[in-house]
């Protein structure tokens, strides 16, 4: 397994943030989209963690109307652009960001429905608080969808990962792209923070020759023991 190679938290510069959005992500952003209406409720208070451009809310607020997002991310720039994409959608009555560090939420215990959040894990460098957050603002019958990259087991694969990903990009994209699979951590220490803050009925596992997923379906007859 290669080392992990830290990434910086916040991507804050307006060329990252408008790079970062001008890469196109729509097959795994609609996949991710659905799979999150899927585990989630009828209607309900949805969290978004590291939201970016709101590239996801949005696919997911056009087809759930009864849905109210809220999405969050440090980046000022990522926001700014974010909030251009909603009002450009049309849906700023239904998806509203806000500049919050996913490790200290602003937010009551037991407030929300549902929690996803696709690609952030990996710029944390102590991700247990997210998750400890997560779990603290969830309602106990609230679902939750996580997705992010794993970390390749060696140099030949992360760079047969670029290339296959991200070789029709542009440099400074594929470096993102390379310090973002450097970054991330392996499903075994996903698993271990999802054990170690106590999320329960979670299932945890491998989706893609360069993601992991932990999900949780809300279930309205949950009742706490």
Request: proline residues 4%.
């Amino acid at each position: 397994m290669i080392e992990r190679i830290p990434e910086a938290e916040v991507m804050d510069t307006w060329e990252e943030a408008s790079e970062y959005d001008g890469m196109d992500f729509t097959q795994v952003n609609q996949e991710f989209a659905e799979l999150a209406i899927e585990l989630g409720p009828e209607t309900g208070l949805i969290l978004d963690g590291g939201t970016g451009t709101a590239r996801i809310p949005i696919l997911i607020a056009q087809r759930r109307s009864q849905w109210q997002i809220t999405g969050i991310d440090l980046s000022a720039n990522m926001l700014f652009i974010g909030n251009q994409n909603i009002e450009q959608a049309g849906l700023q009555e239904q998806i509203k960001l806000e500049q919050v560090d996913a490790k200290q939420l602003p937010y009551p215990d037991d407030q929300f429905d549902l929690v996803i959040s696709n690609s952030i894990v990996h710029h944390l460098a102590d991700p247990l608080l997210f998750f400890q957050e997560i779990k603290r603002v969830l309602k106990p019958q609230g679902g939750i969808f996580l997705r992010d990259l794993t970390r390749p087991c060696s140099e030949t694969e992360l760079n047969s990962l670029v290339e296959q990903y991200a070789g029709n990009c542009n440099d400074h994209q594929q470096k993102l792209f390379r310090d973002s699979l450097q970054a991330a951590y392996t499903l075994d220490e996903i698993i271990n923070f999802i054990e170690s803050v106590g999320l329960e009925n979670m299932r945890v596992y491998q989706s893609s020759d360069r993601h992991w997923t932990a999900e949780r379906s809300y279930s309205p007859c949950f009742k706490v023991s």
